[in-house]
């Protein structure tokens, strides 16, 4: 069994059965994996990991319930330990649908396609869905917009190392240890026409910190990549979470507070997807 642990928690929203369709309920929401491992994919043509990248390790299941009961809340959780998962509203979704986002199917055209009037219309009206959910005083902000191809364990690219991070936490705010509950969090929006999912370790930083033993002292300075990868260097039994975000909805985590990743390897179709980073409450 895996000893997972009560930290990071998953909230749905209430507007969450908004338009979803019955194939979809069909389909699990959460999977656990066995744990992590260095990662590697032999597949010709692709981004390689980078040396030292972690991965989630297969086989992947369902949670028990007594597991689910300590993945899920009923209540909104902190903005800096919690996920939430919120489905756009069908005037959004059919602004996008209307502008042709259905017909992009390369990273190139999703490039293109963000430069047109059509796009930026539609993603005025996404900013405007998502004032709401500011806890600052800015509003939402648009940090970026792009297409993955499908196919991949783990998604992100270090462009600077020209090579994929693995699982890994966000380091933009470069905050130290001890103010990472004050970090700015991330809304990823799913444009695309499959399933997507958000990989992540329901621990955080502050958690992982004391299960690694590290001294109070340290708590001053940024978080490292190396601490990232000795956690699951020392405990390779932990759990990855495999959140599905399906098409229309999106995630709201604060990945400069934990250790996650994307997915597209069950996706057919070109990954789209929408990020705003900023601080944002996870809604009721």
């Given at each position: 069994?895996?000893?997972?642990?009560?930290?990071?928690?998953?909230?749905?929203?209430?507007?969450?059965?908004?338009?979803?369709?019955?194939?979809?309920?069909?389909?699990?929401?959460?999977?656990?994996?066995?744990?992590?491992q260095?990662?590697?994919?032999?597949?010709p043509?692709?981004?390689?990991?980078?040396?030292?990248?972690?991965?989630?390790?297969?086989?992947?299941?369902?949670?028990?319930?007594?597991?689910?009961?300590?993945?899920?809340?009923?209540?909104?959780?902190?903005s800096?330990?919690?996920?939430g998962?919120?489905?756009?509203?069908?005037?959004?979704?059919?602004?996008?649908?209307?502008?042709?986002?259905?017909?992009v199917?390369?990273?190139?055209?999703?490039?293109?396609?963000?430069?047109?009037?059509?796009?930026?219309?539609?993603?005025?009206?996404?900013?405007?869905?998502?004032?709401?959910?500011?806890?600052?005083?800015?509003?939402?902000?648009?940090?970026?917009?792009?297409?993955?191809?499908?196919?991949?364990?783990?998604?992100?690219?270090?462009?600077?190392?020209?090579?994929?991070n693995?699982?890994?936490?966000?380091?933009?705010?470069?905050?130290?240890?001890?103010?990472?509950q004050?970090?700015?969090?991330?809304?990823?929006?799913?444009?695309?026409?499959?399933?997507?999912?958000?990989?992540?370790?329901?621990?955080?930083?502050?958690?992982?910190?004391?299960?690694?033993?590290?001294?109070?002292?340290?708590v001053?300075?940024?978080?490292?990549?190396?601490?990232?990868?000795?956690?699951?260097?020392?405990?390779?039994?932990?759990?990855?979470?495999?959140?599905?975000?399906?098409?229309?909805?999106?995630?709201?985590a604060?990945?400069?507070?934990?250790?996650?990743?994307?997915?597209?390897?069950e996706?057919?179709?070109?990954?789209?997807?929408?990020?705003?980073?900023?601080?944002?409450?996870i809604?009721?």
């Amino acid at each position: 069994m895996s000893n997972l642990r009560r930290s990071i928690l998953i909230y749905r929203c209430q507007n969450l059965e908004l338009d979803t369709t019955e194939p979809e309920l069909q389909i699990p929401r959460v999977l656990l994996s066995s744990g992590t491992q260095l990662a590697c994919d032999s597949v010709p043509g692709r981004i390689q990991y980078c040396e030292g990248a972690f991965m989630p390790q297969e086989p992947w299941r369902e949670p028990t319930a007594q597991e689910s009961a300590l993945l899920w809340t009923k209540e909104p959780p902190p903005s800096y330990s919690g996920v939430g998962i919120v489905r756009l509203s069908p005037d959004v979704l059919a602004l996008f649908a209307a502008s042709g986002i259905a017909s992009v199917t390369t990273p190139l055209q999703v490039a293109e396609f963000k430069n047109q009037e059509k796009c930026h219309q539609a993603l005025d009206k996404l900013i405007e869905y998502f004032k709401p959910f500011c806890l600052s005083n800015s509003p939402p902000v648009i940090s970026g917009m792009g297409g993955r191809q499908p196919g991949l364990s783990t998604a992100t690219i270090d462009n600077k190392r020209g090579c994929r991070n693995g699982l890994h936490t966000d380091s933009w705010d470069n905050l130290p240890l001890g103010k990472k509950q004050e970090s700015t969090n991330r809304i990823c929006v799913n444009l695309g026409l499959d399933s997507r999912y958000f990989l992540f370790v329901n621990l955080t930083e502050m958690d992982i910190f004391k299960m690694l033993g590290c001294h109070d002292s340290d708590v001053s300075k940024p978080w490292t990549r190396q601490l990232t990868n000795e956690f699951m260097s020392r405990y390779p039994n932990y759990p990855v979470v495999k959140l599905r975000i399906a098409p229309g909805e999106a995630y709201i985590a604060p990945t400069e507070n934990m250790i996650h990743d994307a997915s597209t390897v069950e996706m057919k179709h070109l990954d789209i997807k929408v990020m705003m980073r900023g601080y944002y409450r996870i809604p009721v």
